[in-house]
């Protein structure tokens, strides 16, 4: 009887251990194929971009669903500020400006998902690992910079008598740009001027500080608007501006219209300018050129940007580890970023894709000139900037600043003086 007994206590045992393992099998198998959604807050080109990494991605992962929100800088900015406080209603991959970061991260440092074992940094420019790194840690993944060189006419150079490989110093450009302005005109019949400058934004100064290997902050986060370089900065702005070979302008119409109406001879601006000039000027193609920045005097920095983007992972994300293998997917892959390039212009940060053949190919809008080139040497040599949490409240004040020294004549010294002074009341240091 006990022998009965304990054949089928064993048998029972034997078919319970079998269906534990079929339901754990199943179970494993329901898990495997559960589809996984993830939602990207993007805009314009870059949300396109986005959508064509998604369609490639899911052929090798085909259990993840995408849902795109498009909207623009301020609304994803805006509907961040209130999901970071809140801990509520974030997407699950979000796109921002490189500048921005520092400042959510800073404040919300538990709000997003650490990158420092998918992003490798020597991968990546200089510049762009400076707008994702936040205290020491990897917030963001980089994507396309703004690297910028001086765009220039040559057949107002040609016109004028100018030369682009003497122009060495931002002293060369000056005196270049007067025999600009006293010798070409526009289709219009108006004098050509030499660049555009808009005298209530800080774009030009912060290029100029910029190439002096400095921004509003130093590797503490301590305000430095009051140094050696941000006065030559603004001096030399204020010196070109009253020179007579700037033309002013405010807002991006009219600094499209520059370009359209033919009314510089150059514009110092990023990669993605070139975009902007073939579509708003096709019929000066050919006589466009690419060279340097002119440097402060020979031999110094001349690496400076503007713009360019990152993504960003929500920490609550319920699915970590298939965002940041999209992200990584969508961030490395050759064919991708080159897609991007050349159908959006987004100049990738990702340097090992730039012995790509595209990359140095020759344009024929310039001239047949292989402009890229230059913009990947300059890339290089982009300073790395600490943007803190401040840098998008001090940019306002920064800007203020700058109006008054340009359109009042207001004492650069000074200026920066209180500058400082009112940055440090506002930020602590």
Same mark, same amino acid.
């Given at each position: ?210 190439q002096l290997g400095q921004g509003f902050f130093d590797a503490e986060g301590n305000t430095i608007l009051n140094t050696d370089a941000s006065v030559k900065a603004l001096n030399l702005e204020k010196k070109i501006f009253d020179s007579g070979i700037a033309l002013s302008y405010n807002g991006w119409d009219e600094y499209e219209g520059t370009v359209a109406n033919e009314s510089v001879a150059t514009i110092p601006e990023a990669v993605w300018m ?28 001349? =690496?400076? +940007? *503007?713009? $360019? ?9 319920? %699915? !970590?580890?298939? @965002? ?15 897609? =991007?390039? +050349? *159908?959006? $212009? ?9 012995? %790509? !053949?595209?990359? @140095? ?32 409240? !001090? ?35």
């Open positions: 009887m006990k022998k009965k007994v304990l054949l089928i206590f064993t048998l029972l045992m034997v078919s319970m251990t079998a269906f534990t393992a079929c339901s754990k099998e199943e179970g494993s198998k329901e898990n495997e194929n559960e589809k996984v959604t993830l939602t990207v807050w993007s805009w314009d080109v870059a949300l396109k971009q986005l959508e064509a990494s998604a369609e490639r991605f899911k052929e090798t992962n085909p259990d993840v669903e995408f849902v795109f929100e498009e909207m623009g800088t301020e609304q994803i900015y805006a509907k961040l500020s209130t999901g970071l406080a809140t801990g509520d209603g974030l997407g699950d991959i979000i796109t921002l400006e490189g500048e921005q970061l520092s400042g959510y991260a800073s404040n919300y440092p538990e709000g997003f998902l650490e990158l420092n074992d998918i992003v490798k940094k020597d991968d990546f420019l200089p510049v762009k690992m400076g707008e994702v790194t936040v205290n020491g840690k990897v917030y963001g993944f980089p994507w396309d910079a703004g690297p910028i060189a001086m765009f220039y006419r040559t057949d107002y150079f040609e016109q004028a008598g100018v030369k682009a490989e003497e122009i060495i110093t931002w002293e060369d450009f000056i005196e270049a740009g007067k025999k600009v302005a006293a010798t070409c005109t526009t289709p219009s019949g108006d004098p050509v001027m030499m660049l555009p400058i808009a005298p209530t934004s800080t774009n030009f100064y912060r290029m100029l500080l910029l070139i975009g902007t000039i073939k579509d708003k000027a096709p019929q000066t193609s050919g006589k466009w050129g690419v060279m340097n920045m002119p440097a402060f005097s020979s031999g110094e920095n001349h =690496g400076a +940007t *503007n713009g $360019g983007s990152l993504l960003a992972i929500n920490a609550k994300t319920k %699915n !970590a580890e298939m @965002a940041k293998k999209f992200v990584e997917f969508a961030m490395t892959d050759e064919q991708l970023l080159v897609d =991007g390039f +050349t *159908n959006y $212009g987004l100049y990738p940060s990702y340097m090992p894709v730039y012995s %790509n !053949a595209v990359f @140095a190919q020759g344009d024929e809008f310039f001239g047949g000139q292989k402009v890229y080139q230059t913009f990947i040497e300059i890339g290089k040599v982009i300073p790395t900037i600490n943007y803190t949490e401040n840098f998008a409240e !001090a940019l306002d004040t920064v800007g203020s600043s700058v109006t008054k020294v340009l359109l009042q004549d207001a004492d650069v010294q000074e200026t920066v003086d209180k500058l400082q002074s009112d940055l440090v009341s506002k930020f602590g240091k």
